[in-house]
């Protein structure tokens, strides 16, 4: 029985395709066979991030609309041997993805003897970001430490809640909350909210904090889930996390603010 | 000269009620005389045996209630006994059309147990709307901001209330509003609102009780304990 984890956040840029790629990769490494699914038909990143880009030929629409099998669509991860891709099309928009269709892809990648099925829902609470919802077992909230974030991300459990096939069925999806783009300095000034802040406004259990980190970008540029850069703070905070997600108890890191020495000062230095 | 009419009254007629396993009649009917003897003297009773009762136990029943001086007015119960309150020219009421009044307030409540509040465990999240119709609220846990709930009677927060509150939404004025944390985006009473900017800052976070005040048609807000 694979398990559906759906990223997700409501509010757009606050590095949900970096957090699926980086979930992705960290629940592979820790030896569960899985795949990653981009659901932002229409503006598809997943691809660009995992650095496939070039070796995408079908896509999750063409394994919908039964042009394409889901062997030829799914992309094998070269470095890490458990991990599949499947792309979203450029080309079509998010009607292609039907709840009919999309049950049956999750289903087959179940048959294939996938442990997880990660779903990198887009932005926003139209259709692609509903029906990655709608099967989620899962779902990891995606949220930066800023009131009109927190609002949207609220927002999106609701619907979570509400309108997935788990909630319909009278279950509940199991909730975790990941804030990203956390910068420990800026807390101490009073100009982000503090990790604090957020739990207490969404309640739900926080499985990261990701500090704002140069190595993301740069990750998402050469086409390197920032979860296999070990020497990125942002790295680290991510297999954390995963390793919090699946039942581990790891205290938080990168959450205080990094001591200035006297040189790094006076030359200007930090990241 | 005034015509004769027939018009409908209503008496209080007793029934008594007599299972087939019971005490012997005779004997509880002589304790229920000597407890009340002016009650047991005044009153009209119907008697209503059970469907087992031979008609000769009926007629010893009968004689008994006549002897202490009961005023039997006619038989009740299942049909096969109506032959036999024609046969004693008593009168025969149907099981049918009695009306059985309730002894006490308490024990109507147990009988007809009315609506109770509407019970939801949060979080209510943004975006949720709840309404509790013809009945109380109760939200266990918070109510998040851009969430709104709303009730006809009270609503009971337990927890963080950051959303929009209304009581009283079908124009009950004394309807109120009850939460542990008060936060709320806005509070509405029977149609008279107020925004998070017009709530007294002391109030802000603390246990709060909301009501309406119908005179003025302000909201009047207090702290709970």
Known sequence: ?271 | MMAPRIRANRYSVMTLEWPKDSEPLEQWLKEQCDKAPALMQEIAIVLKPSLEHESEEIQAAIDSLDQLGIGLIGLTGDSSHRALADEMGLAWLSPNNVTVEPQSEKERDVNQPRETALVVEGPIRSGVQVYAKDRDLIVIGQVSEGAEIMADGHVHVYGRCRGRVAAGVSGQTNAEIFCLTFEPELVSLAGTYCGSDQIPENLWSARVRVGLDENSQKLTFGLMG
């Open chain 1, 1 to 271: 029985m694979a398990t559906v984890v759906t990223v997700t956040s409501g509010k757009g840029g606050v590095g949900k395709t970096t957090s699926s790629a980086a979930i992705a990769a960290g629940l592979a490494q820790a030896g569960h066979r899985t795949v990653v699914i981009d659901f932002d038909v229409g503006l598809r990143n997943l691809d660009l991030i995992m650095g496939v880009e070039r070796r995408v030929v079908f896509d999750f629409v063409n394994v919908i609309s039964g042009e394409a099998t889901l062997n030829q669509a799914l992309i094998q991860d070269k470095r890490l041997e458990n991990l599949s891709i499947l792309a979203a099309s450029q080309t079509k928009d998010k009607d292609a993805l039907t709840e009919e269709g999309v049950g049956q892809v999750l289903e087959q990648l179940a048959e294939m003897g996938f442990e997880y099925i990660v779903c990198d829902s887009p932005a926003g609470i139209e259709r692609g970001a509903t029906m990655a919802l709608h099967f989620a077992d899962h779902a990891v909230i995606v949220t930066n430490p800023e009131v009109s974030s927190v609002r949207d991300s609220d927002r999106i459990l609701g619907i979570l809640q509400s309108k997935s096939k788990r909630a319909k069925e009278g279950g509940k999806v199991h909730e975790h909350l990941l804030i990203t783009r956390y910068d420990p300095a800026r807390v101490d000034n009073g100009e982000m909210l503090s990790k604090e802040d957020v739990c207490d406004i969404l309640a739900v259990k926080l499985i990261g904090v990701i500090p704002e980190s140069k190595a993301v970008l740069k990750a998402s540029n050469t086409g390197v889930p920032v979860i296999l850069d070990d020497d990125a703070d942002a790295g680290l905070a991510y297999g954390d996390a995963v390793a919090r997600f699946l039942g581990e108890d790891r205290p938080m890191r990168f959450v205080t603010p990094k001591k200035q020495g006297l040189f790094s000062r006076i030359l200007g230095g930090g990241d």
